[in-house]
């Protein structure tokens, strides 16, 4: 690299692809958010990195990718190559680049974030795929020899995605269950198209059944088919069904009407953004909330969303989108504690969304007619951390309030469970609904019944799309160690 090259980063500023103008994101526009870079800016942003020899950004990313190398494969144009080099440690690049949390990950740990700006990795992540597969590239597995073993994926998220995409490039047909009647899990339904384009799902689905995968969607296992079934029909299992069970906080009131559930909301809400049928059984997420949510009309109204994580993030500024007449976040520490991306948080201040921190919801105001007119919220301090190393939020007498509401949106978080399909087969939990998977005397993600694997939001809670990732790739090479064939890599191969 010449010495020119090594400090462009001081001529070349920071910069993300062009976004969709405020304007038309608060009157209802629900694409995706940021654009993509052309030819000529993916280079010049890639060739900001200063090739620091010690890449913090590679480390910090769970996926561990080769960062470096492919900004510099972007600079010398070589997309597929890239396309390759991506695909080596992320089943889902395309994805991450679009929505993980890049400032608290590999661009959080950018070496030029001392003032200069971090290099713009994600969106870099997403021109190399999106440019890739439009000039045709698809992953090769023309010297794959199929080995004869077969392996069932429970769900079609990241986890269960990047599982079988491993497995295939070893030879092991795998086949994804789901009870949704698309692929994508949380992607697909969940996390709403202004962050992730469902295009962007269909298309990797046409990719995996390129590379020899198959679906079996709409069928939900322990319902449809039993795991004995799975099991005597497949030679091993992967488990990454994802956390679902809904923590609603308890709240007094929390049933009156005009009361929301996240997940369901923002489930709902995106099929009817993208012309898919709202009233389809398969809208069940969450046991539970048997009934389908009708998203109401929000129009002018005045709407609180309880939680300042990624789905809380999501249902504000789903919100601003269905017109609401103010949309506020109460949060109940302060904004440095918020668990999801700055960037998102920007984006929904930018969008018109009123942040309360420090604020502890007590419980929900009703009218004579049981409908919600607002949330009692009590101030807050932060104390101690906890067992967690967070800050507990202390409430401090006296401080009382009510934030004035017509629709409340519960989004506190998601947990898992270990279903009874799961134990009866010697599938242990832990206390609060985790897979037990790994330790000492199994494999990594190896759950304690030994032809049986998990990995995702199912083993280590809610979380990200990228640890999923992380933890379906690894999995699968515990798999094909079990099976004693060809393992995938676990570690990462960079480049030369
Ligand atoms: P999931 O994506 O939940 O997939 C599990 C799949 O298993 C589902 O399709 C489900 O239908 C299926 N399944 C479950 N049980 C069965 C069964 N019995 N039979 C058949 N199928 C079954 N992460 C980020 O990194 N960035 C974000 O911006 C982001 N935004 C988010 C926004 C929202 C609203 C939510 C809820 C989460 C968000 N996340 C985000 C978190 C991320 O989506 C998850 O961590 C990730 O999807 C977990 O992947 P998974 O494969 O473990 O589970
Ligand atoms: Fe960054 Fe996520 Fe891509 Fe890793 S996968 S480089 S953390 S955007």
């Excluded at 698309?182 to 384009?197: S, W």
């Excluded at 923590?247 to 929390?254: A, E, F, H, M, N």
């Amino acid at each position: 690299m010449s010495r020119k090259q090594v400090f462009q980063f001081l001529e070349m500023p920071r910069e993300m692809p062009r976004r969709i103008p405020v304007e038309l994101r608060t009157a209802g526009d629900w694409g995706e958010l940021y654009g993509r870079f052309g030819a000529q800016e993916a280079r010049h942003q890639s060739g900001r990195c200063l090739d620091c020899g010690n890449p913090y950004c590679s480390w910090k990313c769970p996926v561990h990718n080769a960062i470096p190398q492919w900004l510099q494969l972007v600079q010398e144009n070589r997309i597929s190559e890239a396309a390759d080099l991506c695909h080596s440690t992320n089943p889902l690049p395309e994805v991450c680049g679009r929505v993980c949390p890049q400032d608290r990950l590999c661009e959080g740990s950018c070496t030029l974030n001392d003032g200069f700006g971090a290099v713009t990795i994600g969106a870099v992540e997403k021109y190399i795929v999106d440019t890739a597969f439009e000039q045709g590239w698809r992953p090769d597995l023309s010297a794959v020899e199929p080995t004869g073993y077969r392996v069932a994926v429970v769900g079609a998220g990241p986890a269960g995605i990047a599982c079988a995409d491993r497995l295939a490039r070893v030879g092991v047909q795998a086949v994804i269950y789901d009870r949704y009647e698309q692929i994508g899990g949380l992607l697909q339904f969940g996390i709403p198209t202004f962050k992730l384009d469902k295009a962007v799902i269909a298309r990797r689905r046409e990719v995996l059944e390129g590379m020899g995968i198959q679906f079996r969607l709409g069928v939900e296992v322990g319902r449809d088919v039993s795991m004995e079934q799975l099991l005597e029909e497949y030679d091993a299992v992967f488990l990454g069904t994802g956390a679902y069970r809904y923590t609603d906080g308890g709240l007094p009131g929390q049933d009156a009407e005009g009361v929301l559930p996240a997940l369901p909301f923002l489930v709902q809400n995106g099929r009817i953004v993208t012309g898919a049928d709202p009233a389809t059984t398969q809208s069940r997420p969450i046991a539970g909330w048997e009934d389908l949510i009708k998203v109401p009309d929000l129009a002018g109204r005045r709407v609180v969303v309880l939680g300042g994580g990624d789905t809380g993030m999501d249902c504000v500024r789903s919100a601003i989108r269905l017109g609401a007449g103010r949309v506020t976040c109460a949060y109940r520490r302060d904004e440095a504690s918020m668990p999801g991306s700055a960037r998102e948080v920007a984006n929904a201040r930018e969008e018109g969304v009123r942040f309360l921190f420090n604020r502890q919801p007590l419980g929900i105001e009703t009218d004579a007619q049981n409908r919600v007119t607002g949330v009692r919220v009590v101030e807050t301090r932060l104390g101690e951390p906890d067992a967690r190393g967070r800050r507990v939020a202390v409430p401090i007498e006296g401080s009382e309030s009510v934030i004035e509401a017509d629709v409340v949106i519960i989004a506190f978080g998601f947990s898992p469970t270990v279903p009874e399909w799961m134990t009866k087969l010697g599938i242990e939990g832990t206390s609060n609904g985790r897979i037990v998977a790994g330790g000492e005397e199994r494999l990594p993600y190896q759950t304690t019944h030994p032809r049986v694997f998990a990995g995702g939001d199912a083993v280590r809670g809610a979380d990200l799309v990228v640890t999923a990732v992380a933890e379906g790739r690894d999995a699968a090479a515990s798999i094909a160690e079990l099976l004693g064939t060809q393992t995938p890599v676990r570690t990462p191969q960079y480049a030369e």
